[in-house]
């Protein structure tokens, strides 16, 4: 089941689609489910979660944008730090302003 494995973890759908984001041992991951959080999708990396950023417990915050991108956002402290996936969250890139 979608995210039974992490910590903290944020949540938000589309459609079919359930995309999580939250943390495990030090890491804050994305997984996602394409039907309906029944299973995790396997990613192209051969797992079913992806490593967005290393990160201290906390809890993220997960946006699904109408353009198809994934943004995680995490605080540390009073600054936010913005992730973004173009391909589903199969990779992450941190952006800056």
Known sequence: MIGDDLQ???VTSRANTILAAGYDDGTIYFERSDDKGVTTTTLR???TRAAIA???PQQPAIIACDSGEILVVLAKGETLFTYLS???GETWRHVTR
């Open 8 to 10: 903290y973890m944020a």
């Open 45 to 47: 990396n051969g797992t």
């Open 54 to 56: 290393d990160g201290d």
């Open 86 to 88: 173009e391909d589903g």
